[in-house]
């Protein structure tokens, strides 16, 4: 991988208590609401790619991280996570405990400058932040492939390119938790899509049971 795109603009103020490391891992199975199952479907002949969706809750920044890890176990070079969610949802958080479960040392924040990050790991780690970016048309625009083959590539705001990601993908949208009193409370939705995940569909409910 060569040279990264540096792209002006505001530096976002993140919360749910992200800091550029993770920290420890405590274990913390959240409580599981009613109604909230794993739905997949695995295609058959002339049917669709493979699409998974899998709810989970987590308790706090630390569970985020702890939970992002676990997914960061069943992902690969060439995979490509797309976060979406508001300001302070933890998207950061995710990445920096599945960038620490992959290998990565160096510190992971919210660029502020840079828009692409090359994270020096076994598997290389890209980390892509296109809040308030504008007019941003083709991935040219980014100076890079940052969906290259040997790389996992982590896309925050990507629901803001949509239409520029790969079919092959894993979605994660944070939300904030439905009681107010609790700021912890962080519901995230996983949605694997295409038939690259079709063999790992399995593997991901699993290392995910602790929060769901």
Do not use: N
């Not at 550029?20 to 405590?26: A, E, N, Q, V, W």
């Amino acid at each position: 991988m060569g040279g990264w795109a540096a792209v002006p603009r505001p530096a976002p103020s993140y919360g749910h208590g992200c800091s550029s490391r993770p920290g420890g891992r405590p274990p913390g199975p959240a409580s599981t609401p009613e109604g909230r199952r794993v739905a997949h479907h695995l295609p058959g002949r002339g049917e669709a790619p493979v699409s998974s969706r899998i709810p989970l809750t987590t308790t706090s920044p630390e569970d985020t991280r702890v939970a992002a890890a676990a997914i960061a176990s069943v992902l690969r070079a060439g995979d490509v996570v797309a976060l979406s969610g508001d300001l302070g949802a933890g998207k950061t958080c995710f990445v920096q405990g599945a960038a620490d479960r992959l290998g990565v040392r160096l510190p992971v924040t919210s660029p502020t400058f840079v828009l692409v990050k090359l994270l020096p790991a076994p598997v290389p780690v890209v980390h892509v932040d296109v809040y308030r970016l504008e007019r941003l048309r083709s991935l040219d625009d980014l100076g890079e492939d940052v969906f290259a083959p040997d790389v996992v590539t982590f896309v925050e705001w990507a629901d803001t390119i949509r239409a520029l990601l790969p079919e092959d993908r894993l979605e994660v949208a944070l939300a904030h938790g439905d009681d107010p009193a609790d700021e912890q409370v962080r519901l995230l939705t996983l949605h694997a899509h295409g038939p690259r995940w079709a063999p790992r569909i399995e593997a991901l409910e699993q290392v995910c049971q602790p929060w769901v």
